[in-house]
Nanobody
Framework: QVQLVESGGGLVQPGGSLRLSCAAS????????MVWHRQAPGKQRELVAL???????NYAYSVRGRFSISRDSANNTLYLQMNSLKPEDTAVYYC??????????????WGQGTQVTVSS
């Protein structure tokens, strides 16, 4: 059984940094991409950053230049380095692994989320 466990969230002052981690346990095959999403109170969940199996990255415009997504494939761990944090970055951050199998199709795995609060 696959489990994704996020960690690293917390309270930080504006301008500060946090590093989120997402550790995957269990066997995950045919990974297409690994993604960080976030959901702020009263808002829809939005994609923050993704990294493909080939290592390509993409970021939401609002975090470009401040956030960096990376992964440790050997340990099936995904990271999100967040710098120059702003109050509008406050949200629950979710890890998502997308697998695409030639026969079984697409399957998404989700973590439980970790709270990030940016406030003075």
């Amino acid at each position: 059984q696959v489990q994704l466990v996020e960690s690293g969230g917390g309270l930080v002052q504006p301008g500060g940094s946090l590093r989120l981690s997402c550790a995957a346990s269990g066997s995950i095959f045919s990974i297409n991409s690994m993604v960080w999403h976030r959901q702020a109170p009263g808002k829809q969940r939005e994609l923050v950053a993704l990294i493909t199996s080939g290592g390509r990255t993409n970021y939401a415009y609002s975090v470009r230049g401040r956030f960096s997504i990376s992964r440790d494939s050997a340990n099936n761990t995904l990271y999100l380095q967040m710098n120059s944090l702003k109050p509008e970055d406050t949200a629950v951050y979710y890890c998502n692994v997308v697998t695409i199998h030639s026969v079984l199709g697409r399957k998404d795995y989700w973590g439980q989320g970790t709270q990030v609060t940016v406030s003075s």
